[in-house]
């Protein structure tokens, strides 16, 4: 069975930090492109980082800010957020995909986590 299992989200204040984790099983983690996406209430969803082997990719809102990475021996992907601020308030979904890439973005995904509430508070 596929799973993607986000954690690490919560409530934190602008300015702050928190890392998400998202834990990958059921299919072969080294073939596939992860991706963090997010999306707000009323808004829609936006590609926030992305990563295959050493190839990544940030969103323009973000870049600077996130950073992320992978542990291959865990099969877990982490995104470091850094300087949060409200506007970076939203659920934040792990997503996988066999043909996806950093280079686009990495908007082609198989398999998508249940998402993590982010909240920032001003």
């Known amino acids: 069975e596929v799973q993607l299992v986000e954690s690490g989200g919560g409530l934190v204040q602008a300015g702050g930090s928190l890392r998400l984790s998202c834990a990958a099983s059921?299919?072969?983690?080294?073939?596939?492109?992860i991706a963090w996406f997010r999306q707000a209430p009323g808004k829609e969803r936006e590609a926030v980082s992305c990563?295959?082997?050493?190839?990544?990719f940030y969103g323009h809102s973000v870049k600077g800010r996130f950073i992320i990475s992978n542990d291959n021996a865990k099969n877990t992907v982490y995104l470091q957020m850094n300087s949060l601020n409200p506007d970076d308030t939203a659920v934040y979904y792990c997503?996988?995909?066999?043909?996806?890439?950093?280079?686009?973005?990495?908007?082609?995904?198989?398999?998508w986590g249940q998402g993590t509430q982010v909240t920032v508070s001003s």
């Open positions: 997503a996988a995909g066999l043909h996806g890439h950093p280079r686009y973005g990495c908007r082609d995904n198989d398999f």
């Open positions: 059921g299919f072969t983690f080294d073939n596939y492109a």
């Open positions: 990563i295959r082997g050493s190839d990544t």
